[in-house]
């Protein structure tokens, strides 16, 4: 067990909806990433925020939003689903920003039908 | 921008034995990490080992050890005395470091998937 929480840890929603993915990082890690896992592309970086503020965003769709919350806690907004959005959605955390390991959670499993 | 290759999609390999994974990246930059992770059937990601370039002595975790070879972009791993609860999907990952940047992220290769035979 990472310390990484993720809820749900399946999710299966029609096209057109949004949904909202939900992690808590390990206990006084400040640094939360959010990761896409797919069949066609990979494990791909989305976005990383640091004690509140983003930090850096990836390969993340306009119709895709993020934010960190005070108790550190990190919800990813997904909105206008389409089939292609199904994959397996990963958060990660560490202590601060630089350099240090990520330590996953166990991923919430999107099914867009 | 970074890449990771790994270009064995599969391997396989009998209880007990010895097998290396490969990777090789691709960077100018002369400051990074590099990790491997493992995913078995859970879908869980799991750190298995991290090497910081500045390093030149190898990592070491129990039965897990890397070989890496800056000048190549070369980072293997070595799994001695292989056990059924190492099959799994094994990812290379880069992580450049900045000095004052703010982006950490992990770039992947794309997986090899080893099975340990009975």
């Known amino acids: 067990d990472s310390g990484v929480t993720q809820t749900p840890k399946h999710l299966i929603t029609a096209t057109g909806q949004r949904v909202t993915l939900r992690c808590s990082p390990r206990?006084?890690?400040?640094?939360v990433y959010w990761y896409q896992q797919s069949l066609d592309q990979g494990l791909q970086f989305l976005i990383h925020?640091?004690?509140?503020?983003?930090?850096a965003k990836g390969n993340i769709l306009e119709r895709f939003s993020a934010q960190q919350f005070p108790d550190l806690h990190s919800e990813l907004n997904l909105s206008s689903l389409e089939l292609g959005d199904s994959a397996l959605y990963f958060c990660?955390?560490?202590?601060?920003?630089?350099?240090?390991?990520?330590?996953f959670g166990p991923g919430t499993r999107l099914l867009v039908l | 921008a970074q890449t990771v290759t790994q270009s064995q999609p599969e391997m396989s390999v009998q209880e007990a034995e010895t097998v290396t994974l490969s990777c090789t990246y691709d960077t100018s930059e002369s400051n990074y990490y590099l990790f491997w992770y493992k995913q078995p059937p859970s879908r869980q990601m799991i750190l298995v080992i991290r090497q910081e370039a500045y390093k030149q002595q190898n990592a070491t975790e129990n039965r897990f050890s890397v070989n890496f070879q800056k000048a190549a972009k070369s980072f293997s791993l070595k799994i001695s005395d292989s056990q059924l609860g190492d099959t799994a999907m094994y990812f290379c990952a880069f992580m450049k470091l900045h000095s004052g940047g703010s982006n950490y992220k992990l770039t992947f290769g794309k997986g090899t998937l080893l099975t340990v035979n009975p």
């Open positions: 990660a955390s560490s202590p601060r920003t630089s350099g240090e390991t990520q330590y």
């Open positions: 925020y640091y004690n509140g503020e983003e930090r």
């Open positions: 206990s006084g890690d400040l640094s």
